[in-house]
T-cell receptor, first 111, second 115 residues
Framework: DQQVKQNSPSLSVQEGRISILNCDYT??????FLWYKKYPAEGPTFLIS?????DKNEDGRFTVFLNKSAKHLSLHIVPSQPGDSAVYFC??????????FGTGTSLTVIP | DAGVIQSPRHEVTEMGQEVTLRCKPI?????LFWYRQTMMRGLELLIY????????DSGMPEDRFSAKMPNASFSTLKIQPSEPRDSAVYFC?????????????FGDGTRLSIL
């Protein structure tokens, strides 16, 4: 069973607009969440994280929101840039060590 | 600083052959993870090590898969015999396990094709 789900396999956004990527999880014990970005032929790279004691974490153009009651997190990218085009994975952990990943969302930012 | 190094980057072989994937973690990291990426299941954790000791191998699909970590700077994932359904991208990742949460750092993966 997928404990972390990304239900949108792809997303297209115009340059300058907001990109919103969504992620749902089922395990209420998860207490640490991350987003990774992956370009073709490269490994995923860490983007931003959030602990369950917070509901928002911001880093430049990237903001992650956590809704624990809904078991939902989202990544907002504002403004979106063509270089943001990549596959985005969300991941969650209950132990701080083993992570469970979603299937990824492919973001295309159209110039 | 060097990141996680995986070799080979690409491997094409015939079914039934033995395949060995290699990983060098980031120096100083004491946790190492092997993942497999497929379209259907995304990134699946196969096995992970802490301080060179296998902690959880429940993700290893079957006995054809084995992994070792003989020292802190090297790990292998072996498939014997290989089958076409093993075709995927295999990633190795490492992290420094402390009391606080730490993200994992990934290598660029090995794209495996079994004919």
């Amino acid at each position: 069973d997928q404990q972390v789900k990304q239900n949108s396999p792809s997303l297209s956004v115009q340059e300058g607009r907001i990109s919103i990527l969504n992620c749902d999880y089922t395990n209420s014990m998860f207490d640490y969440f991350l987003w990774y970005k992956k370009y073709p032929a490269e490994g995923p790279t860490f983007l931003i994280s959030i602990s369950s004691i917070k509901d928002k974490n911001e880093d430049g153009r990237f903001t992650v929101f956590l809704n624990k009651s809904a078991k939902h997190l989202s990544l907002h990218i504002v403004p979106s840039q063509p270089g943001d085009s990549a596959v985005y994975f969300c991941a969650a952990s209950a132990t701080g060590n083993q992570f469970y990943f979603g299937t990824g969302t492919s973001l295309t930012v159209i110039p | 600083d060097a990141g996680v190094i995986q070799s080979p980057r690409h491997e094409v072989t015939e079914m039934g052959q033995e395949v060995t994937l290699r990983c060098k973690p980031i120096s100083g990291h004491n946790s190492l993870f092997w993942y497999r990426q497929t379209m259907m299941r995304g990134l699946e954790l196969l096995i992970y090590f802490n301080n060179n000791v296998p902690i959880d191998d429940s993700g290893m699909p079957e006995d054809r898969f084995s992994a070792k970590m003989p020292n802190a700077s090297f790990s292998t994932l072996k498939i014997q015999p290989s089958e076409p359904r093993d075709s995927a991208v295999y990633f190795c990742a490492s992290s420094w396990r402390t009391a606080s949460n730490q993200p994992q750092h990934f290598g660029d993966g090995t794209r495996l094709s079994i004919l």
